[in-house]
């Protein structure tokens, strides 16, 4: 998540209790009409295991969306987007980071692990998994916040299945993405964090409203990227820069009104890594939510404009052709029809 300042939405998006905000009620318990959930148990390196939770579509061979959810967020605070999509045409697989939710082992003093697992272990593992569950369909890795990081530095290892990267609200960490003031307080900010979680051995997120329960290792990777603004997975020796230069995926930046924590200057500086990818990008407004407020967390609650704009942008990115081999468009912005709604960060 480039989440680098104390805010309240993590503790509403790891909770379990419904949500409301100044746009009314949340939907949550409004959006059990559609498809039958449901979900396949994943196991991972290190002894770690997923729930991912699956929504069919009517199409077998429609494209399908794996939610990767933000630092600290849980995968059922996904459930309304979900929805959206799975009722706009594509499949729709959604589980929880390692350590977070219904997956484990629970982030806690004396687990390790940190980006690296995440990112070479976790995500291939589940995107066998979905790949398994929806054999002709391909997959495209939608991440929110960290979720986004995740799926691009995974991705950019040549992760097989993957045919498209979605990023919503999401943005590097790096602190000169932010602007001065409030980059040099994110700066201090993230270090000190990293520094307690070496303290007390784990992350105390869930008491401290930042970022959930995390583990150390988590923590100084979100930190040591905000400091120096390179990807360095400790453990790891791939050179994580070198293979985002290299990434020729379809992505799509999807940014978000009233977002402090993944402004177009943090999307920027991420985007500026994947050079060799064909990016599109797109802004969603509280018009286009109907009116209703959006900021970084906000818009899964009122995803119903941006459901419909990335299933566009995917169905025009990707065709399956009769063989199941999977073609991609060679349109520059397959879902930019010259509609009014559309808009740059």
Known sequence: MTDQERHTAPDRATSEKPQTDDAGPATAGREQDGPAEESVRVRSSGGAEFVVRLLRAERPDAPVALVVPAMGARARF??????????????????????????????????????????????????????????RSPVVLVGHSLGGQLALLSSATGLAGVHAVVLTAAGSVWWRGFGSVRGLRNLVGSQLFAALATVLGYWPGERLGFGGTQTTAVMRDWARQGRTGRYTLRGSDTDYEAALARLKLPVLAVGVDNDILAPPGATDHLLQKIPAARVSRWHYTEALAGGRRVDHFRWVRHSDGMSAYITDWISGTLTTRQDGAVQQSTQQDPAGDGRPDRGGD
């Open 78 to 135: 996904y459930a309304p987007f979900a929805r959206r999509l799975n009722r706009a045409g594509l499949h729709v697989a959604v589980t929880d980071l390692r350590g977070q939710g219904e997956s484990t082992p629970v982030a806690r003093r004396g687990v390790a692990y940190g980006y690296r697992e995440m990112v070479e272990d976790d995500l291939p593992a589940v995107v066998r998994a979905v790949s398994a569950a929806f054999p």
